[in-house]
C-alpha cells in the first residue's frame, strides 16, 4: 500500500525567505505526485502535479517541487515567501493504473511572519 | 468552468437528525469522491465513484453514512442518525477519465462544514 509522510506539521517562515516543504511517499514504482494548498476555510487546490519526464516541476503561485527517486521524495519550495502563501500544504501520491484514488499527508500548516 | 459544487457550505443539526450533502463534480468528470477531515484525523476517503458507479467505499465510518450517485451530475452523502463525533468538513472532489491528459488529480469542492450539536 502506498503512503505519504510530510514530517513538518507547522513551518513558520518570514515574508521573503525561501521555504521548502518535505514529503516522502513509499510506493512500488513511479507514481503521480501531487501537491495541494488549502487556505482556512476554502477546498485543496492543486498547486502542481508530476507524472513524467522533467523532474522539476512548476506550478501554481511560484512554487515548484522536485521529484527524487532515490529519495522517495517530492519537496515543495519557493524562493520567497510572500504573505498570502500562509496556508497548509499537502502532498498526494497517485497509483498510474488500478485505484484511482489519492493517498495524502497529513499537512504542513505554513505560518509566515512580517 | 464553475467547478465543483457543494452544498449547503454550513450546515448546523441535532443529534439524531438525518443529514444530507450534495455535490455536482466538474461536467464530463468520470470519477467523484467524498472525503471527511478533521482535525484529529486529517483528510480520509470516504468513498469514491466512476461513471456513477461505487468503487471504493472502504472509508465510510459505519451503516450511519450512505452515499448515492443517481447521475453523472449528482451525488448525495447521507448520515442518518447523525452524532456530534460526525462534526467535521466533508469535502466532495472529481477527476477526468485516465488517458485524457488527466494523471489522477482531482479537483475539490469547498466543502460543507457540519456541525452535530
Known amino acids: 500500500a502506498q503512503s505519504v509522510t510530510q514530517p513538518d506539521i507547522h513551518i513558520t517562515v518570514s515574508e521573503g525567505a525561501s521555504l521548502e516543504l518535505r514529503c516522502n511517499y513509499s510506493?512500488?514504482?513511479?507514481?503521480?505526485l501531487f501537491w495541494y494548498v488549502q487556505s482556512p476555510g476554502q477546498g485543496l487546490q492543486l498547486l502542481l502535479k508530476?507524472?513524467?519526464?522533467?523532474?522539476l516541476v512548476q506550478g501554481i503561485k511560484g512554487f515548484e517541487a522536485e521529484f527524487k527517486r532515490s529519495q522517495s521524495s517530492f519537496n515543495l519550495r519557493k524562493p520567497s515567501v510572500h504573505w498570502s502563501d500562509a496556508a497548509e500544504y499537502f502532498c498526494a501520491v497517485g497509483q498510474r493504473t488500478g485505484r484511482r484514488a489519492l493517498t495524502f499527508g497529513s499537512g504542513t500548516r505554513l505560518q509566515v511572519q512580517p | 468552468d464553475a467547478g465543483v459544487i457543494q452544498s449547503p457550505r454550513h450546515e448546523v443539526t441535532e443529534m439524531g437528525q438525518e443529514v444530507t450533502l450534495r455535490c455536482k463534480p466538474i461536467?464530463?468528470?468520470?470519477?467523484l469522491f467524498w472525503y471527511r477531515q478533521t482535525m484529529m484525523r486529517g483528510l480520509e476517503l470516504l468513498i469514491y465513484?466512476?461513471?456513477?458507479?461505487?468503487?471504493?467505499d472502504s472509508g465510510m465510518p459505519e451503516d450511519r453514512f450512505s452515499a448515492k450517485m443517481p447521475n453523472a451530475s449528482f451525488s448525495t452523502l447521507k448520515i442518518q442518525p447523525s452524532e456530534p463525533r460526525d462534526s467535521a468538513v466533508y469535502f466532495c472532489a472529481s477527476s477526468p477519465r485516465p488517458g485524457s491528459g488527466s494523471y489522477n488529480e482531482q479537483f475539490f469542492g469547498p466543502g460543507t462544514r457540519l456541525t452535530v450539536l
Open positions: 465513484f466512476n461513471n456513477n458507479v461505487p468503487i471504493d
Open positions: 508530476y507524472f513524467s519526464g522533467d523532474t
Open positions: 461536467s464530463g468528470h468520470d470519477y
Open positions: 510506493y512500488g514504482a513511479t507514481p503521480y
